[in-house]
Nanobody, 116 residues
Framework: QVRLVESGGGLGQPGGSLRLSCAAS????????MNWYRQVSGKERELVAS????????NYADSVKGRFTISRDNVKNTVDLQMNSLKPEDTAVYYC?????????WGKGTLVTVSS
């Protein structure tokens, strides 16, 4: 079955960096777009970044452009999110996502807190 496991969350300082990683299994990773979403309590889940199978196209939410970088390793079946210049408003639970045959699959999420 599809399995997505996030890691790397925690406490980050404003202006600092964190790196999230998602380990994927149970589907053909190298053929699938991969996404990172985030959600603040009481708000809708927001698409943060996406990457195509060959990494030729990466898209970012306006709020993270120039600060976050999505990357993937099709040998290790992982997708990472490098988060730089962190802001308090980046505080959220971050989820790894893949959409297969119109079904969304999610990891359990990893909490990122940005605070001094």
């Amino acid at each position: 079955q599809v399995r997505l496991v996030e890691s790397g969350g925690g406490l980050g300082q404003p202006g600092g960096s964190l790196r999230l990683s998602c380990a994927a299994s149970g589907f053909i990773f190298g053929s699938s777009d991969m996404n990172w979403y985030r959600q603040v309590s009481g708000k809708e889940r927001e698409l943060v970044a996406s990457i195509t199978p060959g990494s030729s196209r990466r898209n970012y939410a306006d709020s993270v452009k120039g600060r976050f970088t999505i990357s993937r390793d099709n040998v290790k079946n992982t997708v990472d999110l490098q988060m730089n210049s962190l802001k308090p408003e980046d505080t959220a639970v971050y989820y790894c996502n893949v959409r297969l045959f119109a079904i969304n699959y999610w990891g359990k999420g990893t909490l990122v807190t940005v605070s001094s």
